[in-house]
Every structure is written in structure tokens, then in C-alpha cells.
């Protein structure tokens, strides 16, 4: 492999992991402070995407340039407004029951898939990135890369460090880390826990759908896409340490490269490579490699 | 308390397990219905393609009302993801819960490949494909339970290989596909042509469901003058929008499944590599032909909301189920006898195609069916494919004898080689 292709191949790793990333930190960031496995993350990966779609739609095809942009606000509080819902209606009274939340949430994102596909039916879509995200950047060394993939590198700093800021320089950070250590002292501390609990669903929730149009304008979107990005969100967050930001960035790191440096490399065994990297992580640090014992 | 609903809830499954066991017996024996199950891909990366069966099925079935040969036709519809358990699991529900007397699927290869296995355990049931495609289903084998009424991937990349190198000058072409039956058939088809003239082939595969296909872009040789998409359904386009997006400037050709209504009635930045694109397959969207044009006319009417044109699954779906009901109405409903007279019918069956020519099967129940080279061309904002070349009775074996293109083993994701120097 050439010098110029493998750097395309690192750089490739790179920017999936971005993508990894922005979707994984919402799934982190409710585990973290809820316990909450929330299988039902990838629906609000579709919920985002096909909500953001519907608005999008109509305004390209008006040529208006910010469609891509609103596209991503309504994704974002759409899937937010899904995420409120589902803790107030239905895990917030089952919190600290672990296995029901599972069964709900898996329940739920079999639900939603089918209600989506009644409504938005079975045809792939895709957004299309403004223009001046589209098209390709002459890179050092790499030579022409699409734009949009760097875009991606981008969002996930973005979010990376918005998050980081959030939860160390807040108060509400203040509150959602005193959680993660011990609730029950919280509550006696007189916070109001379930109202916070909400607003970090909401939080992972818009991630989940700031990831959903980031990533149907990556790839196509299509039925089965909220299972693949489910199942990656879980890799990263075990290879990371659950409920740790800079684990989750790690872990998508991880995952990211290995897929794409498999692709490249063998690509009839690429998928395992990332299952070996959950395997090796699992048997020497069950906790994940930011992750904290309990 | 628990124990309780335990026990009342385990004697109340049990008395739903024995009463459905009683009740199935008097549903076979009801002697007006012929029950015929369905396996198409409603989930995965084919469901559009999937949808598109579903809707000729629906047309097939109600071109005769739900009737042959005096018989009511029960239709029971099961829906796979392209993954051969699934597959697998989904056909035997419908042979052991259903009891359906005919299966009409599946639609991707390897499943094809799974239900010729289990068709083999199976008396007096019949299992006629949808349009899975892997060349090895009916070649290599074979079970005399499972017929197949379209080409297989060999059959429907013919004439590709000889048009790249002759007509486009094609000498070293790098193939992107999918790591599984289908492709590995597509590939054999077009390299058995393309290799015989001196061509030269680099491959690159990827799993089927892949959505990233970044690295493999990247992984296109720069002294490849040609690639070839083997994708299909969500894959191909994916694999197209990161192509465009990547500034790709290899000229791409195209398998069957690749240039389909699934790919071109989906709008993104693939349209403009599609345009102008030459392909090969076993449908053309704007023939002349009148059948065809008929065809068309009736899928539009009932169905406004599918395709600008019928899919390659509606059509070899319609096929199927054609073939189904000629079989049927040929031996008069009579499935008894472990349904003897009705395979006997099917094997012996020339079925009229949607695309105006005929279809019949060999001594290993394959079709025996024309192929068409394609070129895509836009219609004020539609694609379709028009004829370029036209090919016909293309047989499994490209006319050679059985034994000697047994002989060149099965295709897989190394065979057959021909690789740059």
C-alpha cells in the first residue's frame, strides 16, 4: 500500500470515528448519569434523520441554501423531544431496573422502525450537503478528499468539547457528575434529580439526531441503519468505558480505524476486527479504557 | 403468586399449541385452497427491492383473482433481510406453521442458496425462486424441488466483458462488489468473457451492508481504465454518492442489479455518475416491446406511488408467480401426489415475459433467458436504461457443455483470476 493511500485510509478512520463519536457521546452521556441502556438510541438516530429529512426535502427543492442547515436543528429537537418522551413516559419510573429498561427501549426502537417505514416507506434517501460542503479539498499528501468528511471532524470536535465544557464548567455539568458518583446523595442535596435526568436525555437524544442527518448526508439512510449505528454506539462505549466522554472519543477511534484500515487491508474479515478489539478490551479491562470500576 | 401464573399461563400455551395442532390438519385437507408463500427482502438492503416484488406479486395474483383452476389462491406473505438464516427460518414457518403447498422466493443469493438446500428435505412441496441469482444454486447440487425461472448472475452479465474490451477499450478493470454468492457469479460472468480477450482484472470486495466504502475508493488501482460496480440496492448507492464525493474519475460500467430503478429513482449526487452509464441485465425500462409497454402501463395504473418503471425484482417476481399459476392451471389445481404432475408442468413451462421474449428451464430447472447490454438515459429528470446490444437463450454455461464449465470451478472471491502483472 502506498504511502499517499494509506494516509487516505488513516484519514478515512478518522473521520467515520467522528461520526462514531457524535452518536456514541448521547448513548455515553445517558448511561453515565442514568444507568440507562438505552437500546433504543438508534431509533433516535432515525428519528433525527427522517424527521430533519421531511424538513429538508421540500426547502431544496426550493434551492434555498440553509435546507441542509434547519435540516439539522429540526433532526436535533426532534430527536430531543422523542428522547423527553420516552424518560417521562416510560423509563422514568422504572429507574435503576435495568433489564425492563432494556426490553422497553428494544420494544420502542422496533416501534419506531416500523413506523417510519409506513411513513417514509422503504426508498434509500440522502441529504445533500450545502455546496460548500460538497466536493473534495486538495489535501497535503492525500490529494483531493471530500469535504464533507473533514466537516465531520469538525462536528465531533465541536461536540467533544462543547460537551467537555458542559460537564466540567456548569452547573447542570456539576449536577450530572455529582449523579454519575452517588444519586441517592444528590436528591438529598435537594436537586431535583428526575428533572435533571430528563434534560440529559434530551441532551443525548439531540446528539443521537445531530448524528442521524450528519450521518444520512455520509451515507445513505435507509430501514436497518438504527440497528448498525446501535450496535457501534454499544462497541464504542464498551471498548471506551461507559459513561466516559473522552473513553467514548477512544473507543470511536478505535472502532473507526479498524473498520476502515480492515476494508483496505482484508476487507472479508474487516468486521471482525472490530468485534477482537471488544474482545481483547473485555478480557483485559472489563470496564472499558476510561471507564471506571464499580 | 408467580408460581401461580406460571402454571396457569404454561396450560394455556399448551391448550393454544394442541388446538393449532388440530386445527392444521383440517386447513391442508380443505380442498378449494392452494396456499402459496412468499420470501422477499421487506427488511435490509434490498427492501425497496423487496416492496417492488410484493407489488408483482400483487399483480400477478389479482390478474387471475386470487383464483386457478377453480381454486382460491391463499397467499401468505414472509419478508427475509438478504441473510440466508433468516431466510431459512422464514420458509420453514411458512412450510411447518403455514403449511403452504408452493414457495415464491427468495431474492438474494445466498438465501437462494439455503432454500435449495432445504427444498431437498422437502416431499411434495415446491419452492420456484423469486430472483436470488448465485450461479450455483441450480448448477451445482441441485434439488429437484427448486425451480428457477430467471438467469442467474452469470446470465446476466453476459455480453458486458466483450463490449468493455472491444467496444470501450477496457484493459485493466477494477471491480468493487459485494463478498458474497451473487457478485461472486456476476464477476465469473463478466470475467469468462473479459479475461478470454486478454483483459485484465483487480477486485475489490466488501461486505454486503457496507455503508463506507472510503478505503475501498481509495483502494482503486490509478492504472485501472475502468471500474465496475457490482453493487446493489443501498450499497450501490452508497458506493456511488462517496464515489462522486471522493471527485472518482474512472469511468465506471455496471451489473445488472447496480443500473435498477431501486438505485435511479433515489435522488442524490449519483444521478450525474449514472447518466450515460452502459450496463448489462436482463430488463430494459424503455423497450418498445408491447408486452412490455402493457406491462408497465398496468404496474403505474395500480401502483402510482412504485417505480417510474417496474424494478428487476417486480419483473422476475411476475415471472415466478406466472409460472406458478400456468403450472397450475396446466395440471388443473392437482397437487396431490406429492405434487408430481405440478413440478412435471413447471419443468416443461414456457413462460411469456413482461420483456416480450420467453423464458424455459434446462435439466437443472435454470432459465434459459435473453440478456441485454443498457445505456442510461434522463428523461426530463428520469432514469431510465435503453437497449444497446440485445442477446438471446443465454444458458448457464455460455453454451459451453456442462461438464467441461463445471470443470472451471464454482465462482468465489478468488475464482476465476486474472490479475494485472
Not at chain 2, 396456499?35 to 422477499?40: F, H, L, Q, V
Not at chain 2, 425462486?129 to 428457477?148: E, H, I, M, Y
Request: hydrophobic fraction near 50%; charge should be positive.
Amino acid at each position: 500500500m502506498s504511502g499517499a493511500t494509506a494516509a487516505t485510509v488513516i484519514l478515512n478512520g478518522l473521520t467515520l470515528a467522528a461520526l462514531y463519536f457524535v452518536v456514541a457521546s448521547g448513548f455515553s452521556l445517558i448511561f453515565g448519569l442514568m444507568r440507562t441502556v438505552n437500546m433504543a438510541h438508534g431509533s433516535l438516530y432515525l428519528v433525527g434523520a427522517y424527521i430533519g429529512y421531511a424538513v429538508f426535502e421540500p426547502l431544496y427543492d426550493r434551492d434555498l441554501w440553509y435546507a441542509w442547515y434547519l435540516a439539522i436543528l429540526a433532526g436535533m429537537a426532534a430527536a430531543a423531544l422523542f428522547g423527553v418522551l420516552m424518560q417521562t413516559v416510560l423509563l422514568g419510573w422504572m429507574q435503576g431496573q435495568e433489564l425492563r429498561q432494556a426490553l422497553v427501549t428494544i420494544a420502542l426502537s422496533i416501534i419506531v422502525a416500523d413506523q417510519l417505514l409506513a411513513r417514509f416507506g422503504g426508498t434509500p434517501r440522502q441529504f445533500f450537503a450545502p455546496d460548500a460542503l460538497f466536493g473534495s479539498t486538495a489535501l497535503p499528501l492525500i490529494g483531493n478528499y471530500p469535504t464533507f468528511r473533514l466537516v465531520q471532524i469538525g462536528v465531533a470536535l465541536a461536540v467533544g468539547i462543547g460537551l467537555w465544557l458542559l460537564l466540567n464548567r456548569t452547573r447542570l455539568g456539576l449536577m450530572v457528575r455529582a449523579g454519575v458518583d452517588d444519586r441517592p446523595m444528590l436528591a438529598a442535596m435537594g436537586v431535583n434529580v428526575p428533572l435533571v435526568a430528563v434534560l440529559v436525555f434530551a441532551l443525548g437524544a439531540a446528539l443521537a439526531g445531530l448524528g442521524g442527518v450528519i450521518g444520512a448526508t455520509a451515507q445513505p439512510l435507509a430501514q436497518g441503519v438504527d440497528a448498525r449505528f446501535l450496535l457501534t454506539a454499544l462497541v464504542v462505549v464498551i471498548v471506551g468505558g461507559m459513561g466516559s466522554i473522552a473513553g467514548t472519543a477512544i473507543g470511536a477511534l478505535l472502532v473507526g480505524l479498524a473498520e476502515q484500515i480492515g476494508q483496505a487491508l482484508f476487507p472479508t474479515y474487516s468486521v471482525i476486527l472490530t468485534f477482537l478489539i471488544m474482545v481483547v478490551v473485555l478480557a483485559i479491562r472489563p470496564q472499558g479504557i476510561m471507564g471506571r470500576a464499580r | 403468586m408467580f408460581r401461580g401464573l406460571m402454571t396457569r399461563s404454561t396450560a394455556a400455551l399448551l391448550a393454544v399449541t394442541a388446538s393449532a395442532a388440530l386445527a392444521a390438519p383440517t386447513l391442508a385437507q380443505q380442498g378449494g385452497t392452494i396456499r402459496i408463500g412468499s420470501i422477499k427482502t421487506l427488511e435490509g438492503p434490498f427492501a425497496t427491492g423487496g416492496q417492488d416484488a410484493v407489488r408483482a406479486l400483487t399483480m400477478a395474483f389479482e390478474e387471475v383473482n386470487f383464483t386457478v383452476a377453480g381454486k382460491k389462491i391463499e397467499w401468505v406473505r414472509e419478508s427475509s433481510n438478504a441473510q440466508a438464516d433468516v431466510a431459512l427460518a422464514r420458509a420453514r414457518k411458512l412450510i411447518e406453521q403455514d403449511q403452504v403447498d408452493i414457495i415464491i422466493g427468495p431474492l438474494s443469493g445466498a438465501e437462494g442458496m439455503a432454500l435449495r438446500d432445504y427444498s431437498r428435505t422437502l416431499t411434495g412441496k415446491t419452492i420456484v425462486n423469486g430472483q436470488s441469482a448465485a450461479a450455483d444454486t441450480t448448477l451445482r447440487d441441485v434439488s429437484p424441488n427448486f425451480f428457477r425461472f430467471n438467469g442467474d448472475g452469470m446470465q446476466w452479465i453476459a455480453g458486458l466483458g466483450t463490449y468493455a474490451y472491444q467496444k470501450m477499450n477496457a484493459r485493466h478493470v477494477a471491480l468493487v462488489g459485494g463478498d458474497y454468492a451473487f457478485p461472486y457469479a456476476q464477476v465469473f460472468g463478466f470475467m469468462q468473457e473479459f479475461c478470454k480477450l486478454g483483459g485484465k482484472v483487480t477486485k475489490l470486495w466488501s461486505p454486503l451492508g457496507t455503508t463506507d466504502f472510503a478505503s475501498t475508493i481509495a483502494s482503486i488501482p490509478k492504472n485501472a481504465d475502468t471500474v465496475l460496480v457490482i453493487h446493489g440496492g443501498t450499497d450501490a448507492l452508497a458506493f456511488l454518492t462517496q464515489y462522486a464525493q471522493a471527485g472518482g474519475q474512472q469511468p465506471l460500467i455496471a451489473g445488472p442489479v447496480t443500473v435498477d430503478q431501486v438505485v435511479m429513482s433515489a435522488r442524490g449526487p449519483h444521478r450525474r455518475l449514472l447518466n450515460n452509464l452502459i450496463s448489462a441485465g436482463p430488463i430494459v425500462d424503455d423497450s418498445d416491446d408491447p408486452t412490455w409497454k402493457a406491462f408497465v402501463a398496468s404496474y403505474k395504473k395500480r401502483f402510482p406511488d412504485g417505480f417510474a418503471a417496474p424494478s428487476i425484482n417486480a419483473v422476475h417476481y411476475y415471472i415466478a408467480a406466472k409460472a406458478v399459476i400456468m403450472a397450475l392451471e396446466q395440471v388443473k389445481g392437482d397437487l396431490s401426489n406429492n405434487q408430481q404432475a405440478f413440478q412435471a408442468a413447471l419443468a416443461k413451462l414456457e413462460v411469456p415475459t413482461p420483456m416480450g421474449g420467453k423464458v424455459r428451464l434446462d435439466d437443472n430447472r435454470q432459465a434459459i433467458a435473453s440478456n441485454f447490454i443498457r445505456r442510461v438515459v434522463d428523461r426530463n429528470g428520469q432514469l431510465f436504461t435503453t437497449q444497446v446490444e440485445r442477446f438471446d437463450n443465454v444458458t448457464q454455461t455460455f453454451g459451453m457443455p456442462r461438464a467441461e464449465f463445471l470443470a472451471l470451478g464454482s465462482p468465489s472471491r478468488d475464482n476465476p483470476s486474472c490479475p494485472p502483472q
